[in-house]
């Protein structure tokens, strides 16, 4: 079956704007998460989705960035006027109840 | 706060050389304990996980990895690197997950680059 996708692969803004990525989880996988991947800093958590519950939102850096997942599935992560500190690998992953994370290719946001 | 430590920052090794990755947590209560690897140009992969009972744990590639529970170290092994296991390399924990459907975020450690020369 298909694993994770992102969309885009590679965006490219100016400081100011908004972005949206989109993740599209594995079917049936009851969990999604978004981190980040920047460089010297490692992987950061920034949001996680459980089932219909309330997002755990606890590793988001400001109020600029939000995400929501519609119907359990896909998931949009916005950030808001965008600056340069937002330039990072997104990572989207998803997982059932083995708690075993499957990753997706990630997003390359750039901000110029 | 919750940490995860890789203590290498770049490791270089031959081929056929042993490899060790330490790999140290700070959370006093259980954990899931997870290697992943990124090889150039390719998503994160699972390499092998640790939830309970044998410390020693076997994955992919003949990679091995032993929790310690007294050194808060899950560190990962393998005998004979080969040039194909150059990539970077992840140690992650999921604190505090429910039994029998563990949920939650990762928290990473920020990662070892190996190179390995043919």
């Known amino acids: 079956g298909a694993g994770v996708s992102q969309s885009p692969s590679n965006k490219v803004t100016e400081k100011g704007k908004d972005v949206e990525l989109r993740c599209d989880p594995i079917?049936?996988?009851?969990?999604l998460y978004w981190y980040r991947q920047s460089l010297g800093q490692g992987l950061e958590f920034l949001i996680y989705f459980q089932g219909n519950s309330a997002p755990d939102k606890s590793g988001l850096p400001s109020d600029r960035f939000s995400a929501e997942r519609t119907g359990g599935s896909v998931s949009t992560l916005t950030i808001q006027r965008t600056q340069q500190e937002d330039s990072a690998v997104y990572l989207c992953?998803?997982?059932?109840?083995?708690?075993?994370?499957?990753f997706g290719p990630g997003t390359r946001l750039t901000v110029l | 706060a919750q940490s995860v430590s890789q203590h290498n920052h770049h490791v270089i090794l031959s081929e056929a050389a042993s490899l060790e990755l330490g790999c140290n947590y700070s959370y006093g209560g259980t954990v899931n304990l997870f290697w992943y690897v990124q090889y150039p140009g390719q998503h994160l992969q699972l390499l092998l996980k640790y939830f309970s009972g044998d410390p020693l744990v076997k994955g992919i590639k003949g990679f091995e990895a032993e929790f310690i529970k007294s050194k808060f170290s899950f560190n990962l092994r393998k005998p004979s690197v080969q040039w194909s296991d150059t990539a970077e390399y992840f140690c992650a924990v999921n604190p505090a997950p429910n039994y029998g459907g563990s949920q939650g975020n990762l928290i990473f450690g920020k990662g070892t680059k190996l190179s390995v020369k043919p």
């Open positions: 992953a998803s997982s059932a109840w083995s708690n075993e994370q499957f």
């Open positions: 079917s049936g996988h009851t969990a």
